[in-house]
Nanobody
Framework: QLQASGGGLVQPGGSPRLSCVVS????????IGWFRQAPGKQREEVSC???????VYVDSVKDRFAISRDTAKNAVYLQLNSLKPEDTAVYYC???????????????????????WGKGTLVTVSS
């Protein structure tokens, strides 16, 4: 199971941190991806961290968001910085069982490859 949390109403420029707590498997061995879906739009990739801890970001969030993990807590985090209104979306964390042990998995991560999803957390960026 994956459980995302940490969303809420944030002012433009804000910096919330989203958490994805994992149970049933360990984040040391699987890639965890963050995705988001804005109102009326298709779900899209945001960031991914491979089993070896290598992070990947899509261009729209590179230099603003940071993904990390805590293997002791079996959790993955997404630090959101310099938020803009267009970052408003439901944010989800997910994994693909096929990512087991694959350090290169995140180089081609995509929402349609994920087969385990957590419930999302809504981030609303507004003044």
């Amino acid at each position: 199971q994956l459980q995302a949390s940490g969303g809420g109403l944030v002012q433009p420029g804000g910096s919330p941190r989203l958490s994805c707590v994992v149970s049933g498997f360990t984040v040391d061995y699987y890639a965890i991806g963050w995705f988001r879906q804005a109102p009326g739009k298709q779900r899209e990739e945001v960031s991914c961290i491979s089993s070896d801890g290598t992070p990947v970001y899509v261009d729209s969030v590179k230099d603003r968001f940071a993904i990390s993990r805590d293997t002791a807590k079996n959790a993955v985090y997404l630090q959101l910085n310099s938020l803009k209104p267009e970052d408003t979306a439901v944010y989800y964390c997910a994994t693909d069982v096929g990512s087991y042990g694959r350090a290169d998995y995140c180089s081609s991560f995509s929402y349609y490859r994920m087969n385990f999803w957590g419930k999302g957390t809504l981030v609303t960026v507004s003044s």
